[in-house]
């Protein structure tokens, strides 16, 4: 099934709030000009996921940074990050949704026209670079992500599922009940 940037961006919130779900919104706050505060946005958060799977999402969408960090071979953030990215048939968008333990922030590079992009156009050489450099801007007042303390951690080749040691180069660690 498709989803915006916008919703899938704002299904990431999901995952760093522990389960709560938040309408996106643009605008928090307008001032009068004589800086009277006029509007104020008001959010109703929503339980939607337990912070278990939330966690165990976010471990597992960890490794896509990761995997970034090692293609591109460029510093990365000071904070714990997670992201995926996605390019559409044809090449005529490519995007990434990323989060740090504050932010969660949705690029989404294509033409106007709907044309498509270069051949080499993806988003780990587009999205991700300006995410990145946008999140190497902000001040992070969290730098790691709230975890359910009741899981484990588990190291797992990536390849096979089966239990192994981190010592093994396909090795990822995953979090269970």
Not at 31 to 47: F, L, M, N, T
Not at 68 to 94: A, D, H, Y
Not at 95 to 110: H, L, Q
Request: aromatic share 10%.
């Amino acid at each position: 099934t498709e989803s915006s940037l916008l919703e899938a961006t704002a299904a990431y919130t999901i995952f760093i709030n522990k389960g709560m779900y938040e309408e996106p919104y643009s605008i928090e706050w307008t001032k009068d000009r004589w800086g009277k505060k006029i509007y104020k946005h008001k959010s109703e958060p929503e339980q939607v996921l337990s912070q278990n799977i939330c966690s165990q999402m976010v471990q597992a969408l960890k490794l896509v940074p990761h995997y970034l960090q090692q293609k591109l071979q460029t510093p990365w953030l000071n904070v714990e990050s997670i992201g995926k990215t996605g390019t559409t048939n044809q090449m005529r968008t490519c995007w990434f949704v990323g989060a740090t333990p504050s932010y969660v922030t949705g690029i989404y590079v294509g033409c106007d026209d709907n044309r498509a992009l270069q051949h080499v156009a993806s988003a780990t050489y587009t999205a991700v670079p300006i995410w990145l450099e946008f999140n190497k801007a902000l001040t992070h007042p969290q730098t790691t992500f709230n975890l359910d303390p009741h899981l484990r951690m588990v190291t797992v080749n990536a390849r096979t599922g089966e239990a192994t040691k981190t010592s093994d180069p396909q090795a990822i660690t995953l979090l269970v009940e």
